[in-house]
Nanobody
């Protein structure tokens, strides 16, 4: 089992920044890929970003490329999502997730590929 706890969400004006954190426990953090997803009201959960077990490979949705950065801190067993230049359309509940069996090459971008999920943290961007 893996436990995930997100934090760092809140209300921010357009153009502002937030950093989300996802603290993990229960399994060896360094073994698995980590992903970030978001879900707006009435919308399906969508991929935002992912990072492999080493931290050396990342992937981003086109809508956030150049604005969001994900990274991981092995000492703290925590993964981060730095969000800059936020837009109202970034408003959603953000979730982190663990992929126990990532592909040999690349990262999974589909929610069903991820095995454990946090409870989510609300991000609201005002115009």
């Amino acid at each position: 089992q893996v436990q995930l706890v997100e934090s760092g969400g809140g209300l921010v004006q357009a153009g502002g920044s937030l950093r989300l954190s996802c603290a993990t426990s229960g399994r060896t953090f360094s073994r698995y890929a980590m992903g970030w997803f978001r879900q707006a009201p009435g919308q399906e959960r969508e991929f935002v970003a992912a990072v492999d077990w080493s931290g050396g490979t990342t992937d981003y949705a086109n809508s956030v490329k150049g604005r969001f950065t994900t990274s991981r801190d092995y000492a703290k067993s925590t993964v981060y999502l730095q969000m800059n230049s936020l837009k109202p359309e970034d408003t959603a509940v953000y979730y982190c997730a663990v992929d126990i069996q990532p592909p040999k090459f690349g990262l999974n971008v589909m929610a069903y590929s991820y095995d454990y999920w946090g409870q989510g943290t609300q991000v609201t961007v005002s115009s």
